[in-house]
């Protein structure tokens, strides 16, 4: 490393070498962060079961938490993507650094001044989000879901600075910030649980996140010491228009998926007082590998393909975005096919502690195994999205976002009320939803810069498939033979039940790749080695 940027020697036979280092480099820094956050988080997640289990305050501590999270969302975590980072990825590139800290500082400005509006709209309106996101509880988990608002409002200031920071970071491809900012918000969580749970009861859970988001801004702002930064509300900056061209069909779009968004949480409300808070822990099982694998991938692949133009470098795209959609699929099919195998025990390991029940668990495996259905799919659309961001296309994403959302709204109440199938239903929904998203932003992709079956796409699809069924047979049957050697429910029967299977599967995946020529699990396995032993 130097300085916080990658820096890259050569690796084993990939198109484009030093750009395929760079991009696995960048996502396994994001990656490195992740993982600190999902281990944080998951420690929060057990230490929040074990105070509060899957019960009906939980659902509404889950409800509010929407709050400040949509708002984010909506305001500035799509424009993250969509228009912050293209834009000033041009100004890093063009090396025009006193016009880039122009820019973030108006940026800065105009986020805290309108977020801060937001932040005082919802301490108001607490009563009235409170009836729209949970409008099938009784008045009494309605009266304290409008109080965890108010007390989790103030979270969403923090949370659109750090998405700022994020945004100009990853600009200038500066990634270890932004990491260890996404490691301290969960770290947040668990402080808020553990302190202060005994004491104030489920709203120590906002205030843990309150204080998550704080900490997560505080982390990235020493990344920006070279910046000049300024409070501006000027609004003549050529940028800014560019910026909201972007973002005013991805803004469309947002609004359409939060009113999913609500929907569903309004729905969930309807088919059970705990059904909230099991989806919730089966979602955060879901987005452990998306977060290490696609959310990292796709930001680390965001910048190059930003500097890359369809009619002079349409290979060179068509290359960049192929090695981004391998290294997402070398990494979340064996993930997913884990998950589906190892889903009761690792849910029974983190969660089912205290007012967490083993029927808990078993509820919260049924919505697992739903989410897991679309799983692959949503870590490959994110890439997908996020190629067409970089050409400066935001509506055809936004077309495709809502005709899903659409699709969602369709099957969601006919699966969970017509059919039956209650809180499995709002899951297949969801799966629905982010199965066809993926499949339309691939055909149209197609049509756009061509097919991508000369950067060896289908090839390593088929290989990496056939060493996560492989792999996953073997973790089944590791783990139906722990079974019948530890058949108790002890902690350590829990923990060797996920831990040796696991380490089976790694092993048997490992060398399965390896054996069948897989070259982009050949690189991160070379660039791990590097990072350990430059660690020694």
């Known amino acids: 490393m130097q300085g916080n940027k990658c820096e890259i020697s050569e690796t084993p036979n990939l198109d484009s070498p030093p750009q395929g280092q760079s991009i696995a480099g960048a996502a396994l820094i994001v990656s490195l962060g992740n993982i600190a956050s999902r281990i944080f988080g998951l420690i929060r997640d057990n230490r929040n079961a074990y105070f509060f289990g899957a019960t009906g305050e939980m659902s509404a501590f889950e409800a509010a938490s929407l709050v400040p999270k949509n708002i984010y969302e909506l305001l500035v975590g799509g424009m993250v993507s969509a228009a912050l980072v293209p834009v000033f990825s041009e100004y890093a590139a063009k090396e025009e650094r006193e016009e880039l800290w122009r820019l973030v500082s108006i940026v800065l400005s105009l986020v805290v001044v309108v977020m801060g509006g937001f932040l005082i709209l919802a301490e108001v309106a607490a009563p009235l989000l409170a009836r729209l996101l949970v409008g099938g509880f009784d008045a009494r988990l309605q009266s304290l879901t409008a109080?965890?608002?108010?007390?989790?409002?103030?979270?969403?200031?923090?949370?659109?600075?750090?998405?700022?920071?994020?945004?100009?970071?990853?600009?200038?491809?500066?990634?270890?910030?932004?990491?260890?900012?996404?490691?301290?918000?969960?770290?947040?969580?668990?402080?808020?649980?553990?302190?202060?749970?005994?004491?104030?009861?489920?709203?120590?859970?906002?205030?843990?996140?309150?204080?998550?988001?704080?900490?997560?801004?505080?982390?990235?702002?020493?990344?920006?010491?070279?910046?000049?930064?300024?409070?501006?509300?000027?609004?003549?900056?050529?940028?800014?228009?560019?910026?909201?061209?972007?973002?005013?069909?991805?803004?469309?779009?947002?609004?359409?998926?939060?009113?999913?968004?609500?929907?569903?949480?309004?729905?969930a409300s309807r088919v059970g007082e705990q059904a909230i808070a099991w989806m919730a822990a089966a979602t955060r099982?879901?987005?452990?590998?998306?977060?290490?694998?696609?959310?990292?991938?796709?930001?680390?692949?965001?910048?190059?393909?930003?500097?890359?133009?369809?009619?002079?470098?349409?290979?060179?795209?068509?290359?960049?975005?192929?090695?981004?959609?391998?290294?997402?699929?070398?990494?979340?099919?064996?993930?997913?096919?884990?998950?589906?195998?190892?889903?009761?025990?690792?849910?029974?390991?983190?969660?089912?502690?205290?007012?967490?029940?083993?029927?808990?668990?078993?509820?919260?495996?049924?919505?697992?195994?739903?989410?897991?259905?679309?799983?692959?799919?949503?870590?490959?659309?994110?890439?997908?999205?996020?190629?067409?961001?970089?050409?400066?296309d935001t509506v055809t994403p936004v077309v495709v976002g809502i005709v899903c959302v659409l699709i969602y709204l369709g099957v969601a109440p006919t699966f969970a009320f017509v059919a039956g199938f209650g809180m499995i239903g709002l899951v297949l929904a969801n799966s629905v939803q982010l199965t066809s998203h993926a499949i339309i932003m691939l055909i149209l992709l197609h049509r756009r810069v061509g097919s991508l079956a000369k950067q060896r796409l289908p090839l390593a699809m088929g290989k990496i498939v056939l060493a996560s069924v492989v792999m996953g047979i073997l973790v089944y049957l590791s783990l139906t033979m722990l079974r019948a050697v530890l058949?108790?429910?002890?902690?350590?029967?829990?923990?060797?039940?996920?831990?040796?299977?696991?380490?089976?599967?790694?092993?048997?995946?490992?060398?399965?790749?390896?054996?069948?020529?897989?070259?982009?699990?050949?690189?991160?396995?070379?660039?791990?080695?590097?990072?350990s032993r430059r660690k020694v």
């Open 147 to 267: 109080a965890l608002i108010r007390i989790i409002s103030p979270a969403v200031v923090f949370f659109g600075v750090s998405g700022i920071l994020t945004a100009v970071l990853y600009a200038q491809q500066v990634f270890t910030y932004p990491a260890i900012g996404a490691a301290v918000f969960n770290l947040g969580g668990i402080l808020g649980t553990q302190l202060l749970a005994r004491r104030i009861g489920i709203a120590s859970l906002t205030l843990g996140i309150v204080l998550g988001a704080f900490l997560q801004m505080a982390v990235q702002i020493p990344g920006l010491y070279r910046g000049r930064i300024r409070f501006s509300l000027s609004l003549k900056h050529p940028a800014l228009q560019r910026i909201v061209v972007l973002y005013i069909p991805v803004v469309l779009s947002l609004i359409i998926s939060q009113i999913g968004i609500v929907i569903d949480r309004n729905l």
């Open 285 to 392: 099982l879901r987005e452990f590998p998306l977060g290490l694998v696609s959310t990292a991938v796709s930001m680390a692949v965001l910048p190059a393909l930003s500097r890359l133009n369809l009619r002079s470098g349409r290979e060179e795209f068509k290359e960049t975005l192929a090695l981004g959609l391998r290294l997402v699929l070398v990494l979340i099919v064996p993930a997913t096919t884990g998950l589906f195998v190892l889903g009761v025990p690792i849910i029974s390991l983190i969660f089912q502690h205290g007012e967490f029940t083993a029927f808990d668990t078993q509820q919260t495996a049924r919505a697992l195994v739903g989410y897991l259905l679309g799983t692959p799919f949503a870590a490959v659309d994110l890439l997908l999205i996020f190629a067409f961001y970089a050409q400066k």
């Open 487 to 531: 058949p108790g429910g002890g902690f350590i029967a829990r923990t060797m039940q996920v831990v040796v299977p696991g380490m089976v599967g790694l092993l048997v995946y490992a060398v399965g790749v390896t054996k069948l020529g897989v070259e982009e699990a050949t690189l991160l396995f070379h660039l791990m080695r590097r990072r």
